[in-house]
């Protein structure tokens, strides 16, 4: 089946910025949706960012819009999320997601496969 491999994890101070990367192999990556979902400690899984089987429709999570950027480059087979302006508060583990269709949604539920995650620390 598909595999999803993040990286680009790691410790940040608050105001930072980090780049995520997550590639993929073993499917059609081009005509998936895909996104981040990131999970704090003691929290559930949340949605972060999607984006659409083309790199177009971004979609973030109000607490994330306007710091975080996500985008594909399918020659690559990688999505990227630039996050910048990073708070404590974004502290958590980050998952890339792949969904089998065009577009993707912002509940776990809705995605087919996923990454092992990479952890992202923000210091105050």
């Known amino acids: 089946q598909v595999q999803l491999v993040e990286s680009g994890g790691g410790l940040e101070q608050a105001g930072g910025s980090l780049r995520l990367a997550c590639v993929a192999s073993?499917?059609?990556?081009?005509?998936?949706?895909m996104a981040w979902f990131r999970q704090a400690p003691g929290k559930e899984r949340d949605f972060a960012a999607s984006?659409?089987?083309?790199?177009?429709?971004?979609r973030y999570t109000d607490s994330v819009k306007g710091r975080f950027i996500i985008s594909r480059d399918n020659a690559k087979n990688t999505v990227y999320l630039q996050m910048n302006s990073l708070k404590p508060e974004d502290t958590a583990v980050y998952y890339c997601?792949?969904?089998?269709?065009?577009?993707?949604?912002?509940?776990?539920?809705?995605?087919?496969?996923w990454g092992q995650g990479t952890q992202v620390t923000v210091s105050s």
């Open positions: 997601a792949a969904k089998k269709s065009a577009y993707g949604g912002i509940f776990t539920q809705d995605y087919d496969y």
């Open positions: 073993g499917g059609t990556f081009t005509s998936y949706a």
């Open positions: 984006i659409n089987y083309i790199g177009r429709s971004p």
